[in-house]
């Protein structure tokens, strides 16, 4: 028997149709919410049809092959990983133990087919905000590739299978985590392993947070003296181009965008251990303290460097767009550096240091022209650069910045991304950036460093992105979100138990229909889909009292 998977892309090999199974974690304290008809189906489909209809799926014969319609066949190497990883997963101990030299039965399904439908497989390149996400699984059976095989029987060499029909695709483009690796550095097999975690709850875009105040991780070639004297530790705690390359390979044979942010001009303290001069001399009175604020926005310098550095970045990150930052910049510094005070006369900045800061990141307008000419005359600066907008739009790339750039009025590009993290009336800002006509992501409400006693996924799971008031196509500039958790106390030690599964309620608002909020039905599905998580080596904790079958090891 054959069962039959269509695709509009290849990305989508990685992160969709779900199956369905229980997974016998049982509540034994709580009121029963009931068991729900999707059985643990997570995130749950656009549209899902369950049947009675049973089938026998069998690792005495099962095997994932490309259909001979299929765009794409064995020289794709993305697919042919995707099958062998969730061959894996359906069949972790009887593939091992050689149970699938049983005979097979007639009623065994012995195949599933991929069928990419799309002209371009997208093999062999990077997923992009552009990338068709959407499937069929159609009339036979629910088995499906990469999310489907994640979550059918496991550990078993046959095992009931239920008919069903589905047809799926993500209600928003960008669903992203933050992960934080300045405040404490995550060895690259914790960032893996919460790759694989994204894929199985179909996160597409991985945010790095790479580098802070805190610690500056990130070895660069052109500037290697950065990490050399920023990092923790100049051997141990930093990643290397190959260790960077590795993981956004890893992250693209699931799926996932990797998209990096350097933050400036504030949260830049490691910079300045490794780049004299880049940040702004504090005094005290008339004299140095000897401490340093954000970025120096005076020098041709800090110009020439972000330009050599941005120049680099941007070769090696793929993805069309870098997060630039731009938040929480202390003016501390700023106003008590006599430089900057003359410059910001010469400006016509008044005392207004956010002007400032927009003078970094913005367009090297016309009308700025004649100010430079007179600073030139009496300060002896000549400030012809490009900022930092302009720098980054040489490479070819777009770019992200969180909603305080805007706020401070700077003037942007159209196609600028604006990141909306505060949390107090989100939902104004989001009605205030989309009528600016800017793409919007949000994360207000996910911020996961947070925590609470109790189920707190609940809350997130209940936000509703397009709360705001706002037109329609105001509503459809808002592309998706991200949940954030931030470094200052997680390491490698609790960050993957305090991310899952708090993160999946997060991950199935952003993907499944605004009218999927019941959440008694998600509760049953969540506890299963933990309880998945953790047979596979994700130390997701629990949602509440119970356990899961796989504990006892079919015992």
């Known amino acids: 028997m054959i069962a039959t998977l269509k695709f509009t892309t290849l990305l989508l090999a990685v992160v969709v149709c779900w199956a369905t199974q229980d997974y016998g974690y049982k509540d034994v304290e709580e009121p029963t919410l009931g068991d729900s008809q999707y059985g643990s189906l997570w995130p749950l489909p656009q549209k899902v049809q369950m049947s009675t209809v049973a089938f026998k799926l069998s690792g005495a014969s099962f095997q994932i092959v490309d259909a001979k319609e299929s765009s794409s066949g064995a020289s794709c190497s993305l697919l042919q ?56 699984c159609p009339g036979m059976m629910f088995v499906f590739l990469v999310g489907a095989l994640s979550q059918v029987p496991y550990a078993q060499s046959i095992s009931d299978i239920n008919r069903t029909e589905i047809q799926d695709f993500p209600r928003f483009a960008h669903r992203g985590l933050l992960l934080d690796t300045s405040r404490h550095f995550l060895p690259i ?135 630039l930052g731009g938040d929480e910049v202390d003016f501390s510094c700023w106003k008590s550096n006599p430089d900057i005070q003359k410059f910001m006369a010469q400006q016509g900045f008044g005392t207004d240091y956010s002007k400032l800061e927009s003078f970094y990141i913005q367009s090297n307008s016309a009308n700025l022209k004649k100010h430079n000419e007179l600073f030139i005359l009496s300060c002896g600066y000549f400030l012809s650069h490009d900022r930092l907008l302009d720098i980054v739009t040489t490479t070819n790339k777009g770019y992200m910045i969180w909603q305080e750039v805007i706020d401070n009025g700077v003037k942007l590009k159209s196609n600028t991304v604006v990141h909306v993290w505060m949390g107090n009336k989100f939902e104004e800002e989001l009605q205030k950036v989309t009528g600016a006509g800017f793409t919007t992501i949000l994360s207000a409400p996910w911020y996961l460093d947070y925590i609470s006693y109790g189920q707190d996924w609940q809350r997130y799971y209940k936000v509703e992105p397009l709360s705001f008031n706002g037109t329609d196509a105001q509503k459809k500039l808002v592309v998706g979100g991200e949940a954030c958790l931030w470094g200052e106390f997680v390491d490698a030690t609790n960050l993957t138990p305090r991310l899952w599964p708090r993160a999946s309620a997060v991950g199935e608002r952003l993907w499944s229909d605004k009218d999927v909020k019941d959440t008694n039905d998600a509760y049953s599905r969540l506890i299963q889909h933990r309880c998945r998580m953790v047979q596979r080596g994700i130390p997701a904790e629990p949602l509440f009292t119970g356990y899961c079958a796989h504990e006892y090891k079919g015992v």
């Not at 105040?213 to 990643?239: E, I, K, N, W």
């Not at 954000?294 to 069309?320: G, Q, R």
Request: glycine share 4%; net charge negative; with cysteine.
């Open 81 to 136: 990983n995707a099958y062998r990883r969730y061959d894996e997963y359906i069949f972790p101990i009887s593939r091992m133990q050689g149970q699938n030299k049983k005979k097979a039965f007639a009623s065994d399904v012995s195949e599933l087919q991929v069928w990419i439908t799309s002209a371009d497989s997208e093999c062999d390149s990077y997923p992009s905000v552009t990338s068709d996400e959407s499937c069929e």
């Open 189 to 323: 097999k914790v960032i893996l392993a919460n790759l694989e975690a994204m894929a199985w709850n179909k996160f597409n875009v991985f945010h790095w947070h790479i580098v802070d105040d805190h610690s500056f991780p990130y070895m660069s070639r052109t500037f290697p003296q950065l990490s050399q004297q920023g990092a923790y530790h100049p051997y141990t705690h930093v990643y290397t181009p190959s260790d960077v390359k590795m993981i956004i390979e890893f992250a693209r044979l699931r799926g996932i965008r990797v998209v990096s942010e350097f933050d400036t001009p504030g949260h830049t303290q490691s910079w300045g251990k490794g780049q004299k001069d880049l940040l702004t001399p504090c005094y005290s009175g008339t004299s140095p303290s000897g401490s340093f604020g954000p970025v120096n926005p005076i020098l041709n310098t800090t110009y020439d460097f972000m330009t050599m550095f941005f120049k680099e970045v941007s070769t090696v990150f793929p993805d069309a767009y870098i997060h």
